[in-house]
C-alpha cells in the first residue's frame, strides 16, 4: 500500500511524521497549483466547493506518482466536508482510477472501525506505539502552528523585505528530505532560531490584522494567494486563529470532553451565533469579536464560494462592525478569482487601515469605512 | 390575542398544518407572510447577502413582509428534525442571520428544533414556543397534542396519495418526480409552477414527501457512510424507491444555485439513476435570474423526449427515413 493525503498548508508534514513513523511507504503529492486546480476542475461538477476540487486534484496527481491509498480526515457535521471520503470514492470510480480512501474519523460503526482503519495505516496493533505516534505527530502540529505564528509575526517588522520567507522556504525544501517525527522537530527547532535571528526594527508598531473564516482557505496558501505573505511584506502582523493543531486537539481529540474543550470563541459568538450551524462559522463570528476586543486594525474574511456556514457569517459580521467599529472585508475565492483583482482588494483594505488609523491618532476619526 | 406571524417560506411547507394548529390551539391570531411575489422576492434579496441560495433570500422577505402586522414572528432554528441527521446550515442560521441584517424585528420567537438526539425534543421546543404566549403549561400541552395529531393525519393523507398514483396508467398519463427540497418544490414563485406545468402537459406529480421515509431510510443503507443530512436521506432513499416502484417516466431534480448539499447529493442520486435505470433524468437550478422562457423551453423539451422515447422506443430512424410510422 502506498498512501498519499491531500494538501491544508502544512498538514502533509504532519501526514509525513505519522507515516515515516509507522513506517509505511507513501508519495507527498506536488503542492497545490493552477495544474492540481485544472485537474480537479476536469473532473468535479461546477457546484463542488474548492477545497473538494483541489482534493481532486491532489487525488489524481498522487496517483500518477503511484499512490494507491488516500488518507483523509471526516467528520459529521452539517458542513460538506463530512461526506468528503464517499464523495471522492465516487471521483476515483468516475475517473477510473484505483484509490482506496480511509477516512480517519468516529462512524458510525463505532471505535472498533476507526481502530480497524488506524490498524490498516500502521501496519501494528500494538496501542501504545500507535498512541506514542498520534501524540508526536500532534505535537508536529502545535510546533508547525508557533513555526507559523512566528513567521508571521518576524514577517511584519524584518529591516531586510524577504529574509523571513527565504529561510521559511528553504524549510519547506528541507522538510522533504528529513524522515520521522525527531528529525522533523529538530528540522523545525533549527529553523525557529533562524527566524528568531532575523534582523528586525522593534520600533515600528504595524497595523494587526485577523483572519477569519473557513478552514481550508485560510490555511492554505495556495487558496488564499499567500495572502499572510502578501500582508506581511506589507508591513502588517497577521493573526489567524484557526489552526491544524488547534482543529486536531479541539475536533478530534476533545470532542468527547467539552469541559476540556476551548471555547473562547463560543462565548465571543454568543450574542451572534448562540448555537453551531457546522464548519468553523462561530469560530469566524466569535475570533471577529475577539479581534474587535483586542484591538486589530481590522479583519479579513475568506471563505470559498459556496461554502454554507460561511455565508451565514457573512452575513452577520457587518453588524459586528457596526457594533465595535472594526472593518471587516469578505473576499470569496473560486477557480474564476485572479490574483491580481486579489491583491487590489487587500491592498486598498490596508490603505484604509493605514489611513483610518492616522486619522485616529490625530483624534480625529472622520473617515467614512463602508461594509 | 397576540398576533404571531408565521413566514411562508422554508419549513413552513413542511409543517404548516402544526404550526397554524397549534397556534390557533393557543388563541394566537395566526398570519402567514403572502404566497412569495416578486416584491417578497426583490426585498429579500436586496436585504440578504447575494451569496445565499434564493429560498433563503425569499425567507428574508417573508420576514420582512410581516415586520409592523404581528407581535411575535415564529422562526424556528432548525438543527436536525431527525435522529442522527442535520438540516443543511444555512437553514441552520437563517435566524442569526435574520436577527442581525434586519433591524425593528418584532420579537422573535426563536425555538431550538435539534430532534438530533432525541425526539423528545419536539415536546420541549413546543413548551418553549407555548410559553411566549401563555403561562398554562397544560394548555400547551393540550395545543401540542391536537396539532400533532392534525398534521399526523394530513401526512397520512398525503401518503394516501402515493399508493394512488399511476395506480391505473392511463395511455397518455405520464408520471414525472421531482426531487428537491420541500421549499422549493412546493413555492410555486420559486420553481415558477412546476407542478401546474407538468399537469398540464399531462403529467402526474410525485414528490418526496409521498413516499414512505422509513423505506428510503432503509435504502440508504446501501451507502458506505449514511448522510448526515435529512434531504440526502430522503433524495437519495427516494430516488432507489423511485426506480424500484418501475412506474416512474421521468425524474426532474430541483435545487437552486449554490445549493451546497444538493451538490453532493444530488450527483449521488443522479449516478444511482443512471446506473441503474434507464429513467430520463434532468436537473433545473433555481436563482433570482431565472427566466420562465427558458425555464420552459427545457421543460417542453424534457417532457417531448420522454413521449417521443415512450412511442418509438429505441427506434431511431436510419439516414432519410421518417422518424414517425406515418
Request: net charge neutral; aromatic share 10%; glycine share 8%.
Amino acid at each position: 500500500m502506498i498512501f498519499t493525503f491531500p494538501h491544508l498548508g502544512n498538514t502533509y508534514i504532519i501526514a509525513k511524521s505519522f507515516l515515516d513513523d509507522f513506517g509505511a511507504e507513501y508519495v507527498v503529492p506536488p503542492l497545490n497549483s493552477d495544474k492540481t486546480l485544472e485537474v480537479g476542475l476536469k473532473y468535479c461538477a461546477e457546484a463542488h466547493c474548492l477545497p473538494f476540487k483541489l482534493f481532486v486534484g491532489n487525488m489524481v496527481q498522487a496517483y500518477e506518482m503511484g499512490a494507491d491509498t488516500m488518507l483523509i480526515t471526516g467528520g459529521c457535521g452539517p458542513c460538506r466536508l463530512g461526506y468528503f471520503g464517499e464523495m471522492l470514492k465516487k471521483q476515483a470510480q468516475d475517473i477510473g482510477i484505483n484509490m482506496d480512501l480511509i477516512t480517519l474519523e468516529v462512524p458510525d460503526q463505532g471505535l472498533k472501525e476507526l481502530a480497524s482503519r488506524i490498524r490498516r495505516v500502521s501496519g501494528t496493533s500494538n496501542v501504545l506505539n500507535i498512541a506514542r505516534v498520534i501524540n508526536s505527530a500532534k505535537n508536529i502540529a502545535v510546533r508547525l502552528d508557533s513555526l507559523e505564528h512566528l513567521a508571521r509575526e518576524k514577517r511584519a517588522v524584518q529591516r531586510v523585505r524577504g529574509s523571513v520567507d527565504k529561510i521559511y522556504q528553504g524549510f519547506q525544501r528541507d522538510i522533504l528530505n528529513v524522515k520521522g517525527s525527531e528529525q522533523i522537530e529538530k528540522l523545525i527547532k533549527d529553523i525557529e532560531i533562524a527566524l528568531n535571528q532575523v534582523d528586525v526594527n522593534m520600533d515600528l508598531k504595524p497595523l494587526r490584522v485577523g483572519i477569519v473564516g473557513e478552514i481550508f482557505t485560510t490555511i492554505e496558501p495556495y487558496a488564499n494567494f499567500s495572502v499572510e505573505k502578501m500582508l506581511g511584506e506589507m508591513g502588517v502582523m497577521v493573526t489567524r486563529p484557526v489552526t491544524v493543531s488547534g482543529w486536531i486537539i479541539n475536533e478530534m481529540v476533545k470532542k468527547r470532553l467539552p469541559f476540556l474543550k476551548d471555547s473562547k470563541h463560543e462565548e465571543a459568538a454568543k450574542k451572534y451565533m448562540p448555537h453551531m450551524v457546522g464548519g468553523h462559522a462561530q469560530h469566524t463570528v466569535g475570533n471577529s469579536v475577539l479581534n474587535a476586543l483586542h484591538g486589530y486594525d481590522g479583519v479579513i474574511h475568506l471563505y470559498p464560494l459556496g461554502c454554507m456556514p460561511e455565508i451565514v457569517s457573512q452575513a452577520i459580521l457587518p453588524r459586528i462592525e457596526e457594533d465595535y467599529g472594526i472593518p471587516i472585508m469578505t473576499v470569496i475565492r473560486d477557480e474564476m478569482t485572479g490574483e491580481a483583482g486579489f491583491a487590489t482588494r487587500v491592498e486598498a483594505f490596508i490603505d484604509l487601515l493605514k489611513k483610518r488609523r492616522d486619522e485616529h491618532l490625530n483624534e480625529q476619526s472622520k473617515m467614512l469605512y463602508g461594509n | 390575542m397576540k398576533r404571531v406571524g408565521i413566514p411562508k417560506g422554508l419549513y413552513y411547507y413542511k409543517y404548516s398544518t402544526l404550526w397554524e394548529a397549534f397556534f390557533r390551539n393557543l388563541d394566537a391570531d395566526v398570519i402567514v407572510s403572502d404566497t412569495t411575489n416578486k416584491k417578497i422576492l426583490t426585498n429579500g434579496s436586496n436585504t440578504c447577502v447575494s451569496e445565499a441560495c434564493i429560498p433563503i433570500k425569499a425567507y428574508f422577505g417573508h420576514v420582512m413582509e410581516l415586520i409592523g402586522k404581528v407581535d411575535y414572528i415564529f422562526m424556528p432554528r432548525f438543527t436536525s428534525v431527525a435522529k442522527k441527521q442535520y438540516i443543511c446550515p444555512e437553514v441552520c442560521g437563517v435566524t442569526d442571520m435574520i436577527r442581525n441584517s434586519v433591524k425593528e424585528l418584532p420579537k422573535i420567537i426563536d425555538t431550538e428544533i435539534n430532534l438530533r438526539e432525541s425526539p423528545k425534543n419536539s415536546w420541549h421546543a413546543a413548551l418553549y414556543t407555548g410559553e411566549f404566549l401563555t403561562g398554562d403549561r397544560k394548555k400547551i400541552s393540550s395545543a401540542y397534542k391536537e396539532a400533532l395529531n392534525e398534521y399526523k393525519s394530513k401526512r397520512r393523507a398525503l401518503k394516501f396519495a402515493d399508493t394512488e398514483f399511476g395506480a391505473t396508467p392511463e395511455k397518455n398519463k405520464l408520471t414525472i418526480a421531482i426531487i428537491g427540497h420541500s421549499y422549493t418544490v412546493y413555492d410555486t414563485f420559486l420553481n415558477m409552477e412546476l407542478t401546474k406545468k407538468l399537469n398540464k402537459y399531462g403529467a402526474d406529480v410525485v414528490t418526496l414527501d409521498m413516499l414512505d421515509y422509513l423505506v428510503s431510510k432503509d435504502s440508504c443503507k446501501e451507502l458506505d457512510k449514511q448522510f448526515f443530512w435529512d434531504y440526502g436521506t430522503r433524495a437519495y432513499g427516494g430516488a432507489v424507491q423511485l426506480i424500484k416502484s418501475g412506474r416512474i417516466d421521468g425524474i426532474l431534480a430541483l435545487t437552486s444555485f449554490g445549493c451546497g448539499v444538493d451538490s453532493f447529493v444530488d450527483e449521488l442520486v443522479e449516478n444511482k439513476i443512471r446506473k441503474e435505470s434507464d429513467i430520463p433524468f434532468m436537473k433545473l437550478v433555481l436563482d433570482e435570474h431565472s427566466a420562465e422562457a427558458g425555464f420552459l423551453t427545457r421543460l417542453e423539451a424534457f417532457i417531448d423526449m420522454i413521449v417521443r422515447r415512450r412511442d418509438n422506443d429505441f427506434y431511431i430512424s436510419t439516414s432519410g427515413k421518417h422518424l414517425y410510422n406515418c
